[in-house]
């Protein structure tokens, strides 16, 4: 799901975005609570008529910013206090609070609040984190109105190996639409997530969608995807086309790099996106040389159709019956044993 923070992916537009093969983005309820308010949302007809896009989409319950902002917040079994980071205006944002903000949101998926929390940190700070977030669920699922919009719970644990056994028992068994797997790239070592994803999956229903949070780049994806998880968002393709980097190859290309200067070949030869069919790697390099918006567009846009290539590779892989062939285990040095 390319991610959306403020109603847009940043540098695309929503026709754009479309172009790209997306099928469902995320928002982030605590900055559209901030800017521009849900109640100016909701007037407008709810998110997807307010950014113009036709497809699915999940808010996020702004429990990530409750790990980013750890040190303007104040976290008790109410919920979280802070000082807004744009007026200093003072925010109680709660469980009931939170599902009231996306029910007016109107995003297809609301995500129940919760506590993730940083890494490292001590076993008796992840499991209090835990316990409120199973606290919260709890209060978000007595808040939330049903309807239309499907209702995710998030596991928790760190890399407690037994806090995460229990939080994903006791998500599970809350009977939710779909279930997602927190605290995750938030500074641990990527063997890590793998022993995560790999522990957490087979405990979760296998009926539900499984979201594995803030994850984006194609290895981690392609190991998930082989234990059972179906979605991803991660602000990974547009945040490296704003600063000038591409993703070729299962590689990371800086633009700027002197080397492309004379190369008038395509960024990626099998890649349908804007900036691949119309422009060299030298015309971008120029674009971001001279500082022009359009540049971190292009490569936005070509980033983020390489991760969406990707992702629909994989779900055809699984379809065909040769998705262990080809993706499992993927190997970011040999792209061109797959087809994607």
């Known amino acids: 799901m390319p991610v959306g923070t403020s109603g847009t992916v940043k540098g695309i537009s929503t026709p754009q975005l479309a172009e790209t093969g997306a099928q469902m983005v995320l928002a982030n309820t605590f900055h559209l609570h901030l800017q521009p308010g849900e109640a100016v949302v909701a007037k407008a007809g709810g998110v997807h008529r307010f950014m113009g896009w036709q497809g699915p989409m999940l808010t996020d319950s702004g429990g990530f910013q409750v790990f980013s902002l750890s040190a303007i917040n104040r976290i008790d079994d109410a919920g979280v206090a802070f000082r807004s980071p744009r007026d200093g205006a003072a925010i109680l944002l709660t469980p009931e609070r939170c599902m009231a903000i996306q029910r007016d949101l109107g995003a297809d998926v609301a995500m129940a609040f919760d506590q993730c929390p940083p890494y490292p940190a001590t076993e008796s700070e992840v499991a209090e984190a835990c316990r409120r977030t199973h606290l919260w669920l709890e209060r978000c699922i007595a808040h939330h109105q049903g309807g239309a919009q499907a209702l995710f719970g998030i596991v928790q644990g760190g890399c407690y190996s037994h806090l995460r056994e229990e939080s994903a028992r006791v998500v599970a068994s ?25 522990q957490v999956a087979p405990l979760l229903p296998e009926d539900r969608p499984r979201y594995l949070m803030g994850v984006g780049s194609l290895r981690e994806m392609a190991v998930a995807v082989a234990h059972g998880f179906d979605l991803f968002d991660c602000v990974l393709p547009t945040r490296l086309g704003r600063h000038g980097s591409a993703l070729v190859g299962g590689e990371r290309w800086n633009l700027r790099n002197a080397r492309f200067r004379h190369d008038h070949t395509p960024l990626d030869e099998g890649c349908p996106c804007l900036a691949c069919l119309q422009h060299s790697r030298a015309y971008l390099h120029h674009l971001l040389r001279c500082e022009e918006m359009l540049g971190r567009t292009l490569l936005s846009l070509h980033n983020l159709t ?10 055809q892989a699984i379809a065909e019956d040769c998705f262990s062939e080809d993706f499992a285990p993927w190997e970011p040095a040999s792209p061109a044993a797959h087809t994607w």
């Open 306 to 315: 390489t991760l969406l290539r990707f992702t629909t590779a994989m779900g």
């Open 174 to 198: 809350m009977n939710l639409l779909g279930i997602a797997v927190g605290g995750v790239s938030v500074g641990e070592p990527v063997e890590e997530m793998h022993r995560i994803v790999a």
